[in-house]
Nanobody, 116 residues
Framework: QVQLVESGGGLVQAGGSLRLSCAAS????????MNWFRQAPGKEREFVAA????????NYADSWKGRLTISRDNAKNTIYLRIDSLKPEDTAVYYC?????????WGQGTQVTVSS
């Protein structure tokens, strides 16, 4: 199995930037694509970004309009999500995800709160 721990969330003012981290342990993630999702209060969990195993292919949800950068450091067994130009509506819990051996693993999430 693998354990995922997100960090880097917190309170930030609108217009600022934040870099979220997802550290994996228990198993190497270097052979797997990984994803970021988010869930706002009262809403369904939604896809944010994805990155393939080597980091050369990325995918972002259309609604973000270029404000996201997903990256990974396989030597550190970690992926990252940079969010620029934060808006109050970005407030949500952000989750790291990996599908490994036919099973989806999730971290505990990190809270991002954007103030106006």
């Amino acid at each position: 199995q693998v354990q995922l721990v997100e960090s880097g969330g917190g309170l930030v003012q609108a217009g600022g930037s934040l870099r979220l981290s997802c550290a994996a342990s228990g198993r190497s993630i270097s052979s797997y694509g990984m994803n970021w999702f988010r869930q706002a209060p009262g809403k369904e969990r939604e896809f944010v970004a994805a990155i393939n195993w080597s980091g050369d292919i990325t995918n972002y949800a259309d609604s973000w309009k270029g404000r996201l950068t997903i990256s990974r450091d396989n030597a550190k067994n970690t992926i990252y999500l940079r969010i620029d130009s934060l808006k109050p509506e970005d407030t949500a819990v952000y989750y790291c995800n990996i599908e490994m051996k036919g099973y989806n693993y999730w971290g505990q999430g990190t809270q991002v709160t954007v103030s106006s």
